[in-house]
């Protein structure tokens, strides 16, 4: 079989990447994601200085980043919950590819997250 014409199969894993305004915010968004098994786990990376527009505006902010780790089918509510819970009128909430991976620990991340819904 030619390699070269070969895609390899989708991965079911995600990491999301979400700011939040300060540290309370991104703990709590960690622990209700987590607990709700929306993420299997969330990593609260800590200060992050952000430079985008807002409402014309060029703002620099001190934002806290995280990381959450979660499959494909978690995403939209995941995404809504955050939504729900953040105090961003427009959160980053954004999604990439888990291209490879330890396998025990993507075994471990589907055995925390349960059944494919």
């Known amino acids: 079989m030619n390699q070269e014409n070969t895609m390899p199969e989708a991965s079911p894993y995600r990491v999301v990447y979400v700011t ?3 540290p309370e915010e991104a703990e709590h968004i ?3 994601l987590v607990g709700d098994r929306l993420a299997a786990c969330a990593n609260v990376l800590g200060a992050v200085a952000s430079y985008y ?3 014309g505006d060029l703002v620099e902010d001190s934002e806290v980043g995280l990381l959450l780790k979660t499959r ?3 995403v939209a509510a995941l995404v809504e919950k955050v939504k729900a819970i953040h105090s961003y009128e427009c959160p980053c909430v954004i999604t990439l590819p888990i291209q490879e991976g330890s396998a ?3 075994q471990w991340l589907d055995t925390q997250l349960g059944a494919a819904e």
Do not use: E, I, Q, S
Request: aromatic share 20%.
């Open 20 to 22: 939040a305004a300060n």
């Open 53 to 55: 527009w807002w409402k």
């Open 104 to 106: 025990d620990y993507l």
């Open 72 to 74: 494909v089918d978690r």
């Open 30 to 32: 960690a622990r209700t």
